[in-house]
T-cell receptor, first 113, second 113 residues
Framework: GENVEQHPSTLSVQEGDSAVIKCTYSDSASNYFPWYKQELGKRPQLIIDIRSNVGEKKDQRIAVTLNKTAKHFSLHITETQPEDSAVYFCAASKANAGNMLTFGGGTRLMVKP | KAGVTQTPRYLIKTRGQQVTLSCSPISGHRSVSWYQQTPGQGLQFLFEYFSETQRNKGNFPGRFSGRQFSNSRSEMNVSTLELGDSALYLC????????????FGPGTRLTVT
């Protein structure tokens, strides 16, 4: 089955700096890659996603890049703010597997003011 | 639109008992997926229902089961509870049936003693 690895497991940055979280996947049939943000005690929240026919997608301070050949995708957060502190999860879903998501292990991002 | 809701939010059960958790998807969403979240194993896919049919099932024992009703509401059941079943159980709903945006509910925190 699909395997998604996520790095780093923890990331500490200064407010205003950029943060990058990387994920690799194993199944070349995967074609949908969402990112979720989970604050302490809250539900995972979809923040951005990308499909395999697109190389990059941006939404304000957040961007995701996808390299299908290398089977990896990354989340980029610019101008980080304390409210960006949370656990971020990447996930992958493949064609003909419905909405089944395989998640990475998560990255705890801490933004220091 | 109202978001995904789950009941109950918290539950304490004893080993050997059984439990039923409920999930109401966003209005109009026909796909409901269930995930187990634990500190050790992260987010793991349990199963997905679409139009009352189970489409995918994760690598969990047969003690874990579910169903979906004609109004898209879903329930999951865990029989013969074990201490290791203690976890946050999340459901997510999606408008479409294939690799599409999923929105999570707040989860049910199950503690097995």
């Amino acid at each position: 089955g699909e395997n998604v690895e996520q790095h780093p497991s923890t990331l500490s940055v200064q407010e205003g700096d950029s943060a990058v979280i990387k994920c690799t996947y194993s199944d070349s049939a995967s074609n949908y890659f969402p990112w979720y943000k989970q604050e302490l005690g809250k539900r995972p929240q979809l923040i951005i996603d990308i499909r395999s026919n697109v190389g990059e997608k941006k939404d304000q301070r957040i961007a995701v890049t996808l390299n299908k050949t290398a089977k990896h995708f990354s989340l980029h957060i610019t101008e980080t703010q304390p409210e960006d502190s949370a656990v971020y999860f990447c996930a992958a879903s493949k064609a003909n597997a419905g909405n089944m998501l395989t998640f990475g292990g998560g990255t705890r991002l801490m933004v220091k003011p | 639109k109202a978001g995904v809701t789950q009941t109950p939010r918290y539950l304490i059960k004893t080993r050997g008992q059984q439990v039923t958790l409920s999930c109401s998807p966003i209005s109009g969403h026909r796909s409901v997926s269930w995930y187990q979240q634990t500190p050790g194993q992260g987010l793991q896919f349990l199963f997905e229902y679409f139009s009352e049919t189970q489409r995918n099932k994760g690598n969990f024992p047969g003690r874990f089961s579910g169903r979906q009703f004609s109004n898209s509401r879903s329930e999951m059941n865990v029989s013969t509870l074990e201490l290791g079943d203690s976890a946050l159980y999340l459901c997510a709903s999606s408008l479409q049936g294939q690799a599409y945006e999923q929105y999570f509910g707040p989860g049910t925190r199950l503690t097995v003693t």
